[in-house]
């Protein structure tokens, strides 16, 4: 599958930009949730590679997915929360709101299992390559090389797995995932969607870096080292970053698969001049 990196990169941008106002009346609740999460997380100090963090984050993951998955739906069919209902729903219109239903419910339930899942991974990786009898990989970690050679295939196998994280997207439309994924097999595909996740998230994690790194003084190693007032600020810089961060990357992904998810039936608004309505 080819995908043309740098146009789906600026299609992110310019198409969340463009739904900035749609955006910013769906992101209200789950950023609030967020920033209620992780100022939980900074005032009681938890370790985010931890098991404590995930439980913590559970309801922020929610909304996020609620927030993604509507945003999804309005780039591939044009409708928008909330939904506009008549009295007396006919038989059809039921049915529909139904089928709708179940693509939001199905990307909610999947996007928050590759959360726990990815969240899992990186906890347990370091206790995994203890038992293993592998160091963990700090500035004096010297492997030899067979610890380097493991080390290069799972980067490798994350590399190429990088393709499942995102089949809440067609989920939403419900389009069936096997044949789904037999459009984006190879290797490269997961390259071109790292490439991606990489234009449309550096920019703005830059500014996420940039401004804490300003706020914090050089002396201080850790962010709970920090006054409480910076600590706040810069938790909710980054809470707006990543929120923000997100909507861009869903949009440039969506709009790197609309060739295929056309065949399922979307009709994505990156096709039309005009806004749908």
Known sequence: ????????????????????HYLLKLALIPIFIKLVCMMS??????????????????????????????????????????????KEPTQEQTEFMMWR????????????????????????????MRTLGMDTVTKEWHPNMFVFAVFMAGIVFLVWAVRFLWLYIPLVILA????????????????????????????????????PALLMEPYYESLYETPRSVGFVIVFLRVLADTFSGMVVIAAITYSFKDILIKYGAKPIFEKQNKPF
Do not use: C, H, N
């Open 176 to 211: 069936p995932l096997k044949e789904f994924v037999e459009e984006i097999k190879g290797f490269m595909t997961s390259v071109y969607l790292v490439s991606i996740w990489l234009l449309s998230v550096v920019p703005i994690l830059f500014v996420l870096v940039l401004i």
């Open 101 to 128: 239903t179940r693509g939001i419910l199905a990307a909610i339930l999947y996007f928050v299992l590759m959360i726990i899942i990815q969240g899992g991974a990186f906890v347990l990786t370091p206790d995994l």
């Open 1 to 20: 599958m080819k995908i043309d990196i740098v146009q789906s990169s600026v299609m992110g941008y310019k198409t969340a930009w463009a739904e900035r």
């Open 41 to 86: 997380v900074y005032i009681l100090e938890i370790d985010i590679l931890s098991f404590d963090f995930i439980f913590m984050m559970l309801p922020s993951y929610l909304a996020d997915a609620w927030l993604f998955a509507q945003f999804i739906r309005t780039l591939l069919t044009g409708e928008r929360w909330p939904m506009r209902r008549s």
